[in-house]
């Protein structure tokens, strides 16, 4: 695939992984790309924690099915049951979790360019994930971002130190299908924009 089509491509997996063990070749390749990543002073504030054993994927969907449930039971309606449809995560599926998380040490005390900006770091790690979930997309593989989740939660289960930030907990795996729509779309949740409904010339515009 090319850059376009990758990025056309690209897919919150949930239903779809395998299971398959990932040969240790890919898995380098895809969080090298990650490590490229554009960060704020070249700080490159992030950590990956990969996680695979079965005790600890169990431990964390147990919390996340119980976030979920509390999201659950805030609708009603069509809403509660067009969520009903929708698989939040694949986590015992994939069999790999791939935690990044936030460290704003990194870089040392003055970072170029975050004085005036403070999410700066924060915004690089997103890139760093947005790399990944590219690169792992053009191996043929599945990226899902698990978002049901409370922050401490997540930084006592991998033992991140109190100042590192749990940005993300992605499922990363082999898939048996790429789905040409979007999961949430395809469940009735939402559907996408077109550019038209975010784009503004010279200033912000009121829709």
Not at 166 to 180: D, M, N, Q, S, T
Request: with cysteine; proline share 6%; net charge neutral.
């Amino acid at each position: 695939m090319n850059l376009y089509e990758t990025i056309g491509a690209r897919r919150d997996t949930r239903r779809e992984f395998t299971g398959e063990p990932l040969p240790d070749d890919v898995l380098t390749r895809v969080l090298e790309a990650a490590h490229a990543a554009p960060s704020v002073g070249l700080s490159q504030p992030w950590d990956f924690v990969l996680v695979r054993s079965p005790g600890t994927l169990a431990a964390f969907r147990e919390h996340v099915v119980l976030e979920r449930d509390t999201f659950a039971a805030s609708l009603s309606g069509e809403r509660a049951r067009t969520f009903d449809r929708i698989k939040v995560e694949g986590i015992r599926e994939s069999g790999l979790g791939v935690v990044v998380g936030y460290d704003p040490s990194r870089g040392g005390p003055a970072v170029l360019g975050r004085h005036a900006i403070a999410d700066a770091g924060l915004y690089s790690v997103c890139l760093a994930i947005q790399n990944l979930w590219l690169a792992a997309t053009a191996e043929g593989l599945g990226v899902g971002w698990v978002s049901f989740y409370r922050e401490e939660f997540l930084r006592d289960l991998v033992g991140f130190p109190a100042h590192v930030r749990p940005v993300a907990w992605l499922c990363l795996g082999a898939i048996a299908e790429r789905p040409e729509v979007p999961d949430l779309e395809r469940a009735g949740w939402r559907r996408r924009t077109p550019l038209s409904t975010a784009l503004h010339a010279e200033r912000y515009s009121p829709r």
